[in-house]
């Protein structure tokens, strides 16, 4: 294959003409004699998985297959010398980098990333096989035993920049055995304090901090009482999850408040979930919250379980609880002075929200919004309502008045409750929130125009509004209000109108 074909397959890549032209030239710079077309192939198809975090496909993926038997072959030979142009490996970072995305199981691939961080001289080379290890040690049963031990290796290799050696630290995250116990242990142990604080932090996690508490609460009162980033995290590991809602109190029975440590800190998966249980099914308005909160919120409850399935069956439960709190009234504010009066009623809405809502919840969101103790209380209940009427086949008119009242209600200033119910209003009754939101847009709240206009450009009634959205946009100057949408409706209105 000659260099002409090569750049001209390179050129179809970076601007390509057609898909059948852009395939054609991603397999003849793959499959090419040229290591470095090869490298640039594999490395537009790392670039292009990559972007599927941010939706969409990899248009390279049918090409899977034929990229990690590449790789493979790359990883099989001495690494490339590097030039003018590349560094040293650069063939092996570019097929490992690929590995991150499609390493396998079998023995092989560990074993190839394995000789390649062994064999690397250059820190880009070791970091791509740090990654490309993080992979391969989860993808099977077990962890690969020779790359673990290369892995270790490398974790107390003093020759070593410390950065490198906790970067090979992190290759070994999300692996749950003795073997990486023993590590992270050894590694707390160091000397060097950026190593020590990094095995601290895999210690913390929370199911390794059953076993490991003493050990990380030791190191963490040894480092400064000032130092942030990760010796941050750990400490904050260690001061636990306590509630959303309830920060700063505790349930009166000391059998309630053994039972939240416990469902903090579990020494097991049966202890804790009996605890948190002990919690709901109490009369003591905070347990019966703090429950709650563990269960919404993703740090609690499901984080501190080692099979977080198996809180799922209490769901109905769960729910059940959470409606049963809000037909109560709102809880004082002492109860909960971070929070103040309805704090109760923000742990049951939170749980419920939109997600679990059902048309049948509509007299209880009406209630709630009725007594609403606070604007937290009165958002939380309006994204319940978004639940009930996007998942009725009829929406309740009486929740949508509801809503609508809310909006227009003079003593209450334009806050996130108000801007969360115009979205549940134009999201859920469609054409028929029109009314309502021209209503908004020729009142006089700025942020309220600006929520409102964006909702009617976005649904595709520009046209029809043309005028009124113009002059509306045209009264705010160059200051929009209630940024991003302010700037958005200006964007599609005037820009177009100016360009």
Known sequence: MNDEELERALAELRNPTGTDAFLRAFST???????????????????????????????????????????????RRPPAPGDEDTKPGADH??????????????????????????????????????????????????????????????????????????EALSAVDM?????????????SESSELDLQIGAALQLSMPIRLRTHRERVERLAASWPTDMGGYASIVREQLAGFHSIYWTGVEPDDPKLRKAHWELMFPTSD????????????????????????HYGHWEGLRRVLDDETSAERYLPEVLDRAREVLRQPPSPPELSPNRGAGANHLSALNMIGARHAEPSDADLVLDVLEQAATDAVRHEAVSMAYGV???AEVKDQRVADALSDLLFDPSIRFNLAKEKAIRVLADALGPEADGLLLRLVRGDDAKAQAHAAWYLVRSGRLD???????????????????????????ERLLGKLHS
């Open 389 to 391: 009427l996007d998942e």
């Open 29 to 75: 710079l793959l499959h090419s004699d040229n290591t470095a077309a090869v490298g640039m192939a594999l490395d537009d198809y790392q670039h292009a998985e990559a972007l599927t975090r941010f939706g969409g496909r990899n248009p390279l993926e049918s090409f899977a297959n034929e990229v990690l038997i590449v790789a493979r072959d790359l990883l």
């Open 464 to 490: 029809k509004y043309r005028d009124l959205l113009v002059e509306v946009a045209e009264s705010w100057g160059d200051c929009p209000p209630a940024h991003p949408h302010g700037h958005e409706v200006i």
């Open 93 to 166: 970072a570019s097929a490992l980098n690929v590995m991150t995305n499609l390493a396998e199981a079998e023995a092989e691939d560990a074993d190839l990333i394995a000789d390649a961080i062994e064999g690397a001289t250059d820190v880009n080379v070791r970091s791509a096989g740090f990654r490309a290890a993080a992979a391969a040690l989860t993808a099977g049963s077990g962890p690969n035993p020779r790359l673990l031990a290369v892995i270790s290796a490398m974790v107390f290799d003093e020759t070593l920049d410390v950065a490198e050696r906790r």
């Open 175 to 187: 692996i749950d055995t003795p073997e990486v116990d023993d590590l992270l242990v050894r590694a």
């Open 270 to 293: 049966e202890t804790c979930l009996q605890a948190f249980l002990t919690l709901l099914r109490s009369d003591d308005m905070v347990a019966v919250g703090v429950a709650l909160d």
